[in-house]
């Protein structure tokens, strides 16, 4: 079961719909796919985590500034589309891709210049892409407990960059 809300230009769900949308039947019968993408979504309403089996979900092309907490801890979810909207109005600058299993990350990740805080730990990580170092606003980035063996080296690059987590990953040598 799916429910599409695509091109809709919603700013919010006002709790009110939002509560009478998670007692439907849709979501009692266990939503799989939510498409929210090309909205005007400043936040997304924190009774998302409870679907429990939802596995797709698009919130592209908003100005989400953060996710609810616990979002990235929906077991089933495995596909997130998190692209932003070209907007000087909103940008991210904090995404937590917390707990999955993801072996690499959205190439596209490297492409939110307002990006502070990355948090990545715990998936299978292999590898981190180069273009992470032109990410000239990041602070954070935390890839504790991934399957990394290196780092690029224009990772340090980033000037701003003043807390990098590598720990429990199989990186063999010092930096």
Same mark, same amino acid.
């Given at each position: 079961?799916?429910?599409?809300?695509?091109?809709?230009?919603?700013?919010?769900?006002?709790?009110?719909?939002?509560?009478?949308?998670?007692?439907?039947?849709?979501?009692?019968?266990?939503?799989?796919?939510?498409?929210?993408?090309?909205?005007?979504?400043?936040?997304?309403?924190?009774?998302?985590?409870?679907?429990?089996?939802?596995?797709?979900? *698009?919130?592209?092309?908003?100005?989400?500034?953060?996710?609810?907490?616990?979002?990235?801890?929906?077991?089933?979810?495995?596909?997130?589309?998190?692209?932003?909207?070209?907007?000087?109005?909103?940008?991210?600058?904090?995404?937590?891709?917390?707990? *999955?299993?993801?072996?690499?990350?959205?190439?596209?990740?490297?492409?939110?210049?307002?990006?502070?805080?990355?948090?990545?730990?715990? &998936?299978?990580?292999?590898?981190?892409?180069?273009?992470?170092?032109?990410?000239?606003?990041?602070?954070?980035?935390?890839?504790?407990?991934?399957?990394?063996?290196?780092?690029?080296?224009?990772?340090?690059? !980033? !000037?701003?960059?003043?807390?990098? *987590?590598?720990?429990? &990953?199989?990186?063999?040598?010092?930096?």
């Amino acid at each position: 079961m799916s429910l599409c809300r695509s091109v809709a230009w919603l700013t919010c769900v006002p709790p009110t719909h939002a509560q009478e949308l998670y007692t439907t039947e849709v979501f009692q019968q266990g939503l799989q796919w939510l498409n929210l993408s090309d909205n005007e979504l400043e936040t997304l309403p924190d009774e998302l985590v409870h679907l429990e089996k939802l596995v797709w979900l *698009n919130v592209s092309q908003n100005f989400l500034s953060a996710l609810p907490t616990g979002l990235l801890h929906i077991q089933s979810l495995s596909e997130l589309i998190l692209q932003g909207k070209k907007s000087t109005r909103h940008t991210m600058i904090y995404m937590a891709l917390v707990g *999955n299993r993801l072996p690499s990350i959205p190439s596209d990740i490297c492409k939110l210049t307002q990006l502070a805080k990355l948090n990545l730990k715990c &998936n299978k990580l292999k590898e981190l892409p180069g273009e992470l170092g032109g990410l000239t606003n990041l602070t954070d980035l935390d890839v504790s407990q991934n399957e990394l063996v290196t780092l690029p080296p224009a990772l340090f690059g !980033a !000037a701003k960059l003043t807390m990098l *987590n590598i720990s429990e &990953n199989r990186i063999q040598y010092a930096i």
